[in-house]
């Protein structure tokens, strides 16, 4: 039987069965064990027919799954007229030509249906050029198996030179090609990274989460914003970021970050390591929760186990359990709020706890929070300007020429505080919204940048002043 031949990486429009195994050392955490991989097929246009699972204590080298249960698959291949079968797992090159051999019809693995999402998802150039060396670095090594696929993407496939076999043009091509797409990326990345970096003096919170969580529909909920948001797997992939007013307390940058998902193709992950930029400078990370979903415990750590490897710790975050609406069983979701102190049950869709994650939010920023009073020139214009952006100001006194400014502003603020005649106040209490909620530590002072900075041994003392 001849080999399947393969257009491009694309698996949308196609009947197929869905097969994955069972390893009897671990847990299944979905209502059924192929649910998450159902969504990926649906969400990539996949038709599903019909799908298979085997229990075993580990994967057949060969063929992934046993002997009897390739036999049982090829029968619903036929039965069901399947034109591709769908594993949820990474394939291995030999896996993939045995199983095409055995069945006579095209294998996707976990990874290739990811790439087709990411691709056919893939709005921005940026988010293509990620898509694309994602795909190439996960197809190099299968070229033997993807026959045609190079015609789209350098169009002269056919140009080889004397003696020269195929395969060796085609992975010479792929290299070429990769090594444009991370040269490119790379100017990408260090142009993210001055955009992360020019807003230092504005606080950013983001948000993170397993794909379909929620995020957009908070983003929504919390900003007013329009963002895209549809019931699917990786419905975005590019950061969205929109300005949150926050009641009683100012406004602050909200970041919507791409969706992660168990076993993402580790390759997909270093090409969108920019996207994730602002992650991993925000100053406070909301991680967003389906509360309704069975396994919504280990997405928890699927996700925390993504950001420790882009270098993030997720153990900070706020955790917001999300779709409280449609939660069946409340004991669940008390297991959850027993198990993980810091989070917030909301309903982003119904808009309900939104109050209590702000408060919360409010809170943690706080920690880097001082009251201060300022003194300067009643005809300070920069100051006043740059208070007006970066603190909230809660009163004013003035005397003769001078002005005295009541001010609740964050310690990384001070630092860029315009210095031209301007006397600090630093006072140890913080208030949010009315209430104490903690003091500063003993010997916070305001040095010659006009940074607060922390010193047990600090002579200065509660209400120091400083002139800047």
């Known amino acids: 039987m001849s080999d399947p031949k393969r257009v491009e990486l694309k698996v949308n ?16 955490a979905e209502r059924e064990p192929l649910e998450e991989l159902r969504g990926l097929a649906e969400t990539a246009g996949v038709e599903v027919v019909a799908s298979l699972v085997q229990n075993r204590q580990e994967p057949d080298n060969k063929t992934y799954l046993g002997k009897g249960k390739v036999q049982e698959l090829k029968n619903l291949v036929h039965l069901h007229d399947a034109k591709m079968v769908v594993f949820d797992t990474g394939l291995s090159p030999g896996q993939l030509k045995s199983l095409e051999e055995a069945l006579g019809v095209m294998i996707v693995d976990r990874n ?52 020269e076999q195929q395969l060796e043009t085609d992975r010479r091509l792929v290299d070429v090609r990769v090594t444009e797409l991370q040269a490119k990326l790379k100017v990408v990345e260090l142009r993210r990274e001055r955009m992360v970096a020019q807003r230092h003096n504005q606080l950013t919170v983001s948000l993170v989460g397993y794909t379909n969580a929620g995020k957009s529909t908070l983003m929504n909920a919390l900003t007013g914003a329009d963002v895209y948001v ?26 919507d970050t791409v969706g992660f998902i168990r076993n993402l193709p580790h390759n997909l992950v270093a090409s969108f ?49 999300n779709k409280s609406d449609a939660v069946e069983d409340r004991s669940y979701l008390d297991v959850l709020r027993a198990t993980h102190a810091d989070s917030v049950t909301v309903s982003a869709f119904q808009k309900t706890g939104l109050d209590q994650l702000k408060q919360m939010v409010m809170d943690r920023l ?47 603020f001070l630092a ?27 010997g916070v002072a305001v040095n010659s940048n006009g940074a607060a900075t922390h010193d047990a041994d600090s002579e200065v003392a509660q209400g120091a002043t400083v002139t800047l």
Not at 236 to 245: A, F, M, V, Y
Not at 285 to 310: C, G, M, Y
Not at 373 to 393: I, K, M, P
Request: glycine share 6%; with cysteine; net charge negative.
């Open 273 to 321: 390591r920019s996207t994730l930029e602002e992650a991993r400078h925000a100053d406070l990370l909301l991680h967003v929760v389906d509360a309704s979903h069975p396994a919504a415990e280990h997405q928890i750590q699927t996700v925390n186990e993504v950001l420790k490897e882009i270098g993030i710790d997720g153990s900070q975050a706020i955790l917001v359990l």
């Open 230 to 255: 549809a019931n699917q797997l990786f419905a975005t992939l590019d950061t969205r970021t929109r300005s949150w007013k926050v009641p009683h307390w100012g406004t602050v940058l909200l970041s």
């Open 416 to 442: 860029s505080i315009p210095t031209e005649d301007v006397q600090v106040h630093v006072t140890h209490e913080r208030e949010v919204n009315g209430s104490t909620h903690g003091s500063l530590p003993t």
């Open 112 to 163: 290739e249906l990811i790439l087709s999402i990411f691709a056919t998802h893939a709005r921005t150039t940026e988010s293509h050029l990620q898509v694309e060396l994602a795909q190439l670095l996960y197809m190099r090594p299968r070229l033997k198996r993807m026959w045609g696929h190079l015609d789209r993407i350098t169009g002269n496939v056919n140009a080889r030179g004397s003696g």
């Open 13 to 28: 429009y196609q009947r197929a069965i869905l097969a994955g195994v069972v390893l009897t050392d671990e847990p299944v």
């Open 366 to 412: 706080s920690g880097g929070y001082v009251h201060a009073d300022l003194e300067t020139n009643v005809a300070n214009g920069r100051l006043f300007s740059y208070l007006a952006e970066h603190a909230e100001v809660t009163g004013q006194d003035y005397a003769d020429e001078r002005v005295t400014i009541h001010c609740r502003i964050a310690r990384k």
